[in-house]
């Protein structure tokens, strides 16, 4: 039985790309919500953004800002990895990817408050 290297960079990554993806998953009906909302009336949008305000939204926007750059750094690494020449750059890449998302997280916190 062949057992996953559960101390590789790589395999965190892959748990980092496929946690990301199924959050971002979850957040499409909140959007399609507010785009409905949109579609429906003024009045329904601005209720929706009113309660968009709270602690709560603030910090699943940061989230959603923090998965979305994980997703992209991860997906961006897979795409180097199938296109380039083989090289030894894989914890390179990885590192880059997790500065980025925090980074932008980070960024996203200090322009929020």
Do not use: C, Y
Not at 11 to 16: L, R, T
Request: aromatic share 10%.
């Amino acid at each position: 039985m062949i057992r996953p290297a559960r101390n590789h960079p790589g395999f965190w990554a892959f748990v980092a790309h496929r946690v990301s993806g199924v959050a971002l998953v979850l957040f499409l009906p909140l959007h399609f919500l507010a785009l409905g909302l949109a579609l429906e009336s003024d009045a329904a949008l601005e209720g929706f953004l009113a309660a968009t305000e709270h602690p709560a939204f603030v910090i699943g926007e940061w989230g959603l800002v923090t998965f979305l750059t994980i997703h992209l750094a991860a997906g961006t690494r897979v795409m180097l990895l199938e296109l380039l020449p083989w090289r030894d750059t894989r914890k390179g890449l990885i590192a880059f990817g997790a500065v980025l998302a925090v980074a932008v997280g980070a960024v996203f916190l200090v322009r929020a408050g």
